[in-house]
C-alpha cells in the first residue's frame, strides 16, 4: 500500500516562497508519475504540477512560471518550490502519487 506524507506548507505574506515535500512510501517510486494538486475553500481540486517518472513537467496556468516541480528518486520525495505567492493560491495542498492515491495535504495560507 502506498503512504504518501507532505509537509512543508504555513503562513507567509504575498511575494514570499515555500517549499513543499511529499515522501512517498513505494518500492517502485522512480516510475510513478507524481503531481501536486489543491483545493480552496468552497472550490474542487485542481492539479497544479506534475512530474513525470522521465522527469518531464507540465503546470497549469495559474501556476505557470511561479511553482516548479521536481522529484528526488534516492529519497522517494517530491517536491513544490512556490514563488512569488499570491493570497489566491491559499489552499490545501496534496500530493499525488500514481494515478489515484493522494496525500492528507498541507495548508498554505498567503496574506495580503
Known amino acids: 500500500q502506498v503512504q504518501v506524507v507532505e509537509s512543508g506548507g504555513g503562513l507567509v505574506q504575498a511575494g514570499g516562497s515555500l517549499r513543499l515535500s511529499c515522501v512517498v512510501s513505494h518500492k517502485w517510486f522512480s516510475a510513478l508519475p507524481m503531481g501536486w494538486g489543491r483545493q480552496a475553500p468552497g472550490n474542487q481540486r485542481e492539479l497544479v504540477a506534475r512530474?513525470?517518472?522521465?522527469?518531464?513537467?507540465s503546470y497549469s496556468d495559474s501556476v505557470k512560471g511561479r511553482f516548479s516541480i521536481s522529484r528526488d528518486n534516492a529519497r522517494n520525495t517530491v517536491y513544490l518550490d512556490m514563488n512569488n505567492l499570491r493570497p489566491d493560491d491559499t489552499a490545501v495542498y496534496y500530493c499525488k502519487a500514481g494515478s489515484s492515491t493522494w496525500g492528507q495535504g498541507t495548508q498554505v495560507t498567503v496574506s495580503a
Open positions: 512530474i513525470s517518472r522521465l522527469g518531464h513537467t
